[in-house]
């Protein structure tokens, strides 16, 4: 209910989803005579849809710290609680960040062994798989040296289950490759990292920079909060600059429009490459249960994007394997039982 475009954008991401998949409940949570209207004007939505009545809601401006104390008439108070009973798989969410991992806290705990939860997003890459995996894009603007490790543990844990890699490449993001470059906690992390590689079951590669995002140098982009949260909207920017000029340039001339014309199913794949919506959804890790995050702004597109990835994940096992992952220090060895590649489902 707390996303910019209200909650019949989430249930036409809902419809996309039941077009193609007739095997995945739904419980939404909100003002049930609002959304009961809603559901029962669009095709066989109902049969998959359950509502939990949940009158309030959580703003975008809202603090965390007063949603904590006074959110529990809410509805994202409700879907985590779904998830916390285990009604629920997993929580999707496209409102307050900061209160949605506040109460993701607060009601399904932190992993034994976990200090920071982090937010891991997927990013376009040159890697055969099509994506790397960043973290932390914003769930804690701080990280020290020891939490750059447990993102790092988590993170390969994340390309592992979800991206099908048995050793994942992992990078720590600087504003250098050279060792004595970066902050205090980034020369310790660089240190330890080498040997935390060797029991951990990833490759270390060392420092990566802002270039190396989108490479096929790596597979996981270790970094904090701040930086990691800028990193995203850049990228989403740039990414809507780029289409928004290409749509400027083969309108400009009637040879440019033929031209357009004749390209359309190579802009379109082009199209599909840089649309921010289509790999929407953060995962918080770290949490006795799994919270993906959807874009405030997301549109139709965009939420089904979300609930497909929160489907991949929970068909993977994903949050089974990371607390043991987080438990033991060691990843299940054995991966033939993987399902596909979640990029695969995003094309």
Known sequence: MGGDQGHEVVLNGIARVLK??????FIVHGPAKTLEKLIRRKKRLSEFVEVRDADDVVTMDAKPSMVMRNGKGTSMWSAIDSVREKEASVVVSCGNTGALM?????????????????????????NEGGFNVML???????????????FAKMGASYARNGLGIASPRIGLLNVGTEDHKGRPELKTAHDLFPAVAETSQF???GFVEGGDLPSDKVDVI???GFT???????????AGLIREFLSQAFKATPLSRIA????????????????????????????????VKSHGSADATGVAAALKLAIRLTESGFNERLAARVASGLEPGHYADQPEAINEQMQ
């Open 102 to 126: 506040a109460l993701s806290m607060l009601r399904l705990r932190k992993l034994p062994g976990v200090n920071r939860p982090a937010i891991a997003c997927l990013w376009p890459s040159r």
């Open 260 to 291: 357009a014309f004749l390209a359309i199913t190579s802009l379109r794949r082009l199209g599909k490459r840089i649309d921010p919506r289509r790999v929407n959804g953060g995962v918080f890790l770290g949490l006795n249960g799994t919270v």
């Open 222 to 224: 270790v970094t904090d």
């Open 203 to 205: 490759d270390y590669v």
């Open 20 to 25: 193609k998949r007739e095997d995945v409940f």
């Open 136 to 150: 932390d894009v914003g769930a804690d603007i701080r990280a020290d040296e020891t939490d750059l490790i447990q």
């Open 228 to 238: 990691g949260n800028v990193a995203l909207k850049t990228a989403e920017g740039t």
